[in-house]
């Protein structure tokens, strides 16, 4: 009877259910229309970043002498920078260091710049005129542009003092640091 009864009903307001199920339908689509935009932006994007280079600059002491100080190029996105090149802004000025302009990669530029590679170039001694040194920087604009042809402009300001104070340890923290070290200790004895 029950069964009858619900055959019935369901006989009687067919049109309703139609339209509370076409509601339901179209409510379902949209948001599901909704969720593929969103997703295929978000692949886009993440296709686009894994194109995208992202060049950085450093300063970086030695493992063996804190006085040492180098300027480290890291390209740290996922895509090659090409026709990297600089423009010198403010270079140091003392006698028996490098300038940035005398340095091929800041001199010439590179063709291209591949992901996570790196450039350490000798920059500075801070063993004397410690005071004065550290209240200089460098400062310069990096050009590039990716697999896509857009282009990058960035300026870097790298202050000596951001590194003024790190020191080295004895003996090194590093494996072959150590090994280092222990081999030069096992010679002065020999």
Known sequence: MIIFNLFNW???????????????LA?????????TVKLVKET??????QLEPCLTFYLDTTETSATTWFIRILNIGNGTAYNVRFEILKDLDYKGQNKLEEIPLFK???????????????LINVD??????????????????????????????LKLRDIYGSGTLTPPE??????????EKIEKKL
């Open 174 to 183: 590093t494996y072959i640091g150590r090994l280092a070290y222990c081999l």
């Open 128 to 157: 004397s005129d410690t005071s004065r040194k550290i209240k200089d920087y460098i400062e310069f604009k990096v050009f590039f542009n990716d697999s896509l042809g857009k282009n990058y402009e960035e300026l870097f300001q």
């Open 44 to 49: 886009r994007i993440s296709r686009i970043q």
């Open 27 to 35: 409510v379902a689509t949209t948001i599901y229309v909704v969720f």
């Open 10 to 24: 369901l006989n009687e307001n067919s049109a309703s259910i139609n339209l509370l199920t076409s509601i339901i």
């Open 108 to 122: 010439y530029g590179i063709k291209h710049f591949p992901s996570k590679h790196e450039f350490k170039y000798f």
